[in-house]
């Protein structure tokens, strides 16, 4: 297009520049050339078959003038070929020019079609001194009515027997090379194909290349939020969002919300160099590299291109090729690298892709060559190749999901050969475990049964013991049938704690207090008992003969060691705990004549575990006037 309201980005749009000429101003002219008879077949047998019904005027008469003539000069017309670009011929020109053309018409009433190809920036179009359409805007901010050509259906009394004039008011900014194009007219049905065509390439192809990269945008955007650690898919992203910013471009139709071309034309540029970054860092990780400090430099300067743009609009418009061509010329580079990269020692996709940037590439050297003006022309052929990218960008992810299925499958077979030894290894050790543990649950199994017949059946003789001893030599039978009672009554704990799961606590208590009461009573010791709140209290077997048994050993301690007159038991529900106390007026520990065996005999080590397994801590207290045994654990195990 040979006006600078273009610049190149990832997709294939190239910047405004001069001084590439020689080799390649040939080459791209070649290229230009295969690419229009590639993609223009149809339009080109169309056009061919037209020739004899349509006239395309290519001589006209220009005047330039100010922004705010409403009529042409009367002085000044030079003649100019179309395409004409005025900056050539009046350089620094931003306003006005006004071009005049005439064709020849048979008979007036018959309708006629009237193509105009290209306008830059902003026209008004008159036949025959009638005004038939107008831009929205012919002076700053400009319309944008380069976007798309312009068809007219002519018909009497608009034409005129003879001859016929159209002129046309084009206004634009010398910094962006403003032009006008060609003008046809003949059959409608013919010249509104060619406008068909023609809008198909310049507009409506546009919208199809925008809608391409919201989608791809779209997508790899989700992919990178949702696995923010591959940061490719979200640089992918992110040259995709100024990509479609910078796309925009192309079919906007007024440069709102900026207030001037200037304006909208500098940031359309720092988009560029944003887009050209972001695309650089792309290939950079999709090859597997990182260049830190020269991707910082990148993002730096894409940074302050939009910064600036915002900031001096007037100045980075006009000047916006000194920073837009050499990032145009690190994208053509960073393609190429990629490319040679790719097919030489890439991966698959890698490949896939590097031939998918290949084609665009080899196509947008034409835009290049129509930018640049190394070729005259009207239309991009760019946006034919963003299916190329659309399917290109599709394999990428299908390679990635299928390289990703297979590295779960390769897992899931190691995983399950993985399971399979440990298990094995586990069932051996659970085997040796449980071997374990069954020789520790009957060393267990025996301990418990030690400290059950030390506690029980050891309490018991123990008092049977010393009631023989303190009764005459001829001791009744009736009192050793009563000793024999007892030991039946305490192996009756055991019976009746181990035979149910839950038992009621208070009627678990009465033999006890029974029989230790008894005991007490020989020695001459008060018992007195308190049982608070213990009414529909039951406790797991194991946990009631824990608490018998730690009772029992107390009780058979006071008996045994104090000395006393006087002993409280007491065992209280306060609120979730169970507290246990059991106070004796006799000798402190320090008194007594064999300490050891209650401060660091077995019963104690007993008592102490028994109260661990309640949950709870034995507290020991004692002093010259008596001891005070507590133990406070929670209801609940």
């Known amino acids: 297009m040979p006006h600078q309201e273009h610049i190149p980005q990832a997709r294939g749009r190239f910047a405004h520049g001069r001084g590439f000429r020689g080799a390649f101003d040939g080459a791209a002219e070649l290229i230009g050339r295969l690419a229009a008879l590639c993609l223009f077949a149809l339009l080109a047998c169309t056009a061919a078959q037209a020739q004899p019904q349509t006239r395309t005027i290519e001589g006209a008469e220009a005047a330039r003038s100010d922004w705010d003539a ?47 190809d290209y306008t830059c920036m ?77 809008k198909l390439v310049r507009h409506d192809l546009q919208l199809l290349d925008i809608a391409i990269g919201a989608v791809l945008t779209a997508l790899f955007g989700l992919f990178w939020l949702l696995r923010r650690q591959d940061t490719t898919y979200g640089w992918f992203a992110f040259n995709g969002l100024f990509g479609l910013v910078y796309g925009y471009n192309f079919v906007a139709a007024s440069p709102w919300p900026f207030p001037t ?61 000194v920073y837009v061509l050499p990032m145009m010329g690190l994208h053509y580079a960073a393609s190429i690298a990629f490319v040679a990269f790719a097919l030489r020692r890439g991966r698959r996709d890698q490949q896939v892709l590097g031939l998918c940037i290949l084609l665009p590439l080899l196509v947008t050297l034409y835009d290049a060559a129509v930018y640049l003006g190394f070729v005259r022309g009207t239309g991009y052929v760019a946006a034919f190749t963003s299916p190329v990218m659309l399917l290109g960008m599709g394999f990428v992810l299908a390679h990635r999901f299928v390289g990703a299925m297979k590295r779960v499958e390769g897992f899931n077979l ?31 199994e025996r301990l418990k049964l030690v400290r059950d017949l030390h506690d029980g059946f050891g309490g018991t003789l123990v008092g049977a013991i010393a009631r023989l001893e303190q009764a005459p030599e001829a001791t009744p039978k009736a009192d050793l049938v009563n000793l024999l009672k007892e030991m039946r009554e305490d192996l009756r704990l055991v019976i009746d704690t181990t035979s149910q799961e839950h038992a009621d606590l208070t009627d678990l208590i009465a033999p006890l207090r029974h029989r230790a009461s008894r005991l007490l009573e020989a020695a001459k010791i008060d018992a007195r008992w308190q049982l ?31 000395r006393a007159q006087r002993v409280e038991v007491r065992v209280a529900l306060v609120g979730q705990r169970m507290v246990v106390r059991v106070r ?29 397994r309640l949950g709870g801590v034995l507290q020991l207290a004692s002093a010259a006037d008596g001891t005070e045994l507590r133990v406070d654990f929670p209801l609940a195990a």
Not at 78 to 102: A, E, I, K, S
């Open 70 to 116: 409403q009529a042409p000069p009367a002085q000044g017309w030079v003649p100019v070929t179309l395409m004409d670009q005025w900056q050539t011929r009046w350089p620094g020109h931003d306003g006005v020019v006004w071009y005049r053309l005439t064709w020849q018409q048979a008979d007036p009433h018959v309708p006629t079609g009237l193509l105009v």
């Open 584 to 612: 004796d007026d006799g000798r402190g520990l320090a008194d007594r004549a064999e300490p050891q065996s209650f401060e660091g005999g077995t019963g104690l080590a007993s008592m102490r575990l028994r109260a661990q």
């Open 261 to 321: 071309t200037d304006g909208w034309q500098a940031f359309i540029a720092a988009c560029y160099v944003a887009v050209a970054a972001s695309y650089v860092i792309f290939l950079l990780r999709y090859a597997d590299r990182r260049c830190p400090r020269f991707e910082r430099i990148l993002l730096g300067v894409a940074a302050l291109a939009l910064a600036l743009a915002l900031a001096f609009p007037q100045a980075m418009g006009p000047l916006r090729n």
């Open 414 to 444: 190691e995983l399950q050969r993985e399971v399979a030894a440990a298990t094995g290894e586990l069932s051996d050790t659970l085997n040796r475990q449980h071997a374990l543990e069954l020789s520790h649950s009957r060393a267990g």
């Open 122 to 198: 902003a026209a008004a179009v008159y036949v025959n001194g009638s005004l038939i359409a107008r831009d929205a805007s012919l002076v700053e901010p400009l319309s944008r009515g380069w976007t798309a050509p312009r068809y007219f259906l002519l018909d009497a009394p608009l034409l005129r027997r003879g001859q016929n004039e159209l002129l046309v008011r084009v206004s634009g900014l010398a910094a962006y090379q403003p032009a006008f194009g060609k003008a046809t007219v003949g059959d409608p049905q013919t010249v509104e194909s060619m406008y068909r065509a023609e």
């Open 532 to 562: 608070d709140g213990l009414e529909g209290i039951a406790l797991d077997s194991a946990r009631s003969l824990d608490l018998l048994r730690l009772l029992q050993e107390a009780l058979t301690n006071v008996f045994k060691h104090s």
